[in-house]
């Protein structure tokens, strides 16, 4: 039996950022599962770019119009986009072409082994794409305010020795880094979890710390 093409797509916010944890995992899955990988498809690019700015979701558009893969492998469905509408315009491409999009985190993929639409993916989709943006809100909501606070107090906000971002626009791109350390996480378990490098974690406690916005 011939075995199943496969596309597996990884995404990472910025460049200083690895992607060999979710290439690892996928692969390993794939190789369980006895599919073919045909491409492995890396991209530094925030979650929040429009399609035409991804071009490691348009390798996989182009992969799939020309017959080479019949699913797509991602780690979660934020490695896809943190964007509803670029999201859901993806999964809805994919099962025009009838490639399947699975999610490893939740072990579930868009299209059914004959070919029809998952209706329990497309509503997991929808719910875990809704919650992760509602969280995202909610999390920038109460960074503003933590940041607000630590001004009113006289603390100096801004650029962190040796970056050419400040500490905002930090905790705002490491949102994910921050809900975790919020909920008492270990530096290297953090890491693992949003897969981003240790000094990455590290930089953003100490901004939490620094700035009162996170318990000692």
Known sequence: MKSTPVAILVRVSTQK??????????????QKQGYEIVSVCEES???TADLDKRSGL?????????GLIRKVLVH???RIARKNSTAHLFIERMEELR???????????TLLPDGKRN???SIMFSLLAEMARNERETLS???VSGLAEARR????LGRPRGSTVSSDELLEKHSDIVKQLKRGKPVRDVAKIVGKGVSTVSKIRQILKQEDLLSA
């Open 17 to 30: 950022q690895e992607t060999q944890r979710q290439i690892h995992e996928l692969t390993e899955y794939a």
């Open 45 to 47: 690019v925030s979650g």
């Open 58 to 66: 348009q390798k996989v558009e182009g992969l799939a119009k020309d």
């Open 76 to 78: 979660e469905v934020s």
């Open 99 to 109: 490639v399947s999009v699975y999610w490893h985190s939740q072990r579930i993929e």
């Open 119 to 121: 209706p329990a993916a």
């Open 141 to 143: 909501a109460r960074i």
């Open 153 to 156: 107090r006289g603390k100096v």
